[in-house]
């Protein structure tokens, strides 16, 4: 068994780059448990492309996901569906953040609220994945640095208070924290 492959108690990280297997990943850690299991997706699907990212998704996921589609409010899922003996999975951070820009929102405090709530206590694991964006060029347009910037320093205020963490390249993890 590779290391950090069982689902931890709190909060667990998991990032990575796209396609590179973190989703399966951290679905992985939630079924392995045997819980029942909230599916917190953050997507919307605006066009035929994400439609069928989506639908990828809930293809491959076992019987024991209940899907709950949070584009914005993710505090208020994640809060309404802890439950003892369960396991949350949120997929994914940098889409929360998109639609949380394309809201006008405030990024910092929705990000430090995240962060706070998943200071806990907690009743059950959470297990959020997120793309890793800074660690290619800098982007050229001034929203697209102002999204890996919110993306980093909210992967930042998430680790702080996370069990574990982990960087998955290649369908492979590699622990960072935990």
């Known amino acids: 068994m590779i290391a950090g492959t069982t689902l931890a108690d709190g909060v667990t990280l998991v990032l990575g780059g796209a396609r590179s297997g973190k989703s399966r990943f951290a679905e992985g850690l939630i079924e392995a448990s045997g819980r029942p299991a909230f599916y917190i997706a953050t997507a919307e699907a605006h066009d035929g492309e994400m439609r069928r990212r989506i639908a990828e998704h809930r293809d491959r996921r076992q019987d024991i996901w209940t899907t709950v589609d949070a584009p914005l409010a993710l505090g208020a899922?994640?809060?309404?569906?802890?439950?003892?003996?369960?396991?949350?999975?949120?997929?994914?951070l940098t889409l929360w953040v998109t639609n949380l820009m394309l809201a006008g929102a405030d990024i910092p405090a929705a990000s430090d609220d995240l962060a706070t709530l998943l200071a806990g206590p907690l009743p059950c694991p959470v297990v959020l994945v997120s793309n890793e964006v800074g660690?290619?060029?800098?982007?050229?347009?001034?929203?697209?640095?102002?999204?890996?910037?919110?993306?980093?320093?909210?992967h930042q205020s998430i680790a702080a208070v996370a069990t574990r963490v982990s960087f998955v390249a290649a369908g492979l993890p590699l622990t960072l924290k935990g």
Do not use: K, T, Y
């Not at 899922?77 to 994914?92: K, M, N, P, Y």
């Not at 060029?137 to 980093?152: C, E, L, T």
């Open 77 to 92: 899922a994640i809060s309404q569906h802890a439950r003892e003996g369960g396991a949350i999975l949120v997929d994914c």
């Open 135 to 154: 660690l290619g060029i800098v982007p050229d347009n001034a929203m697209a640095r102002a999204f890996r910037d919110h993306a980093g320093r909210l």
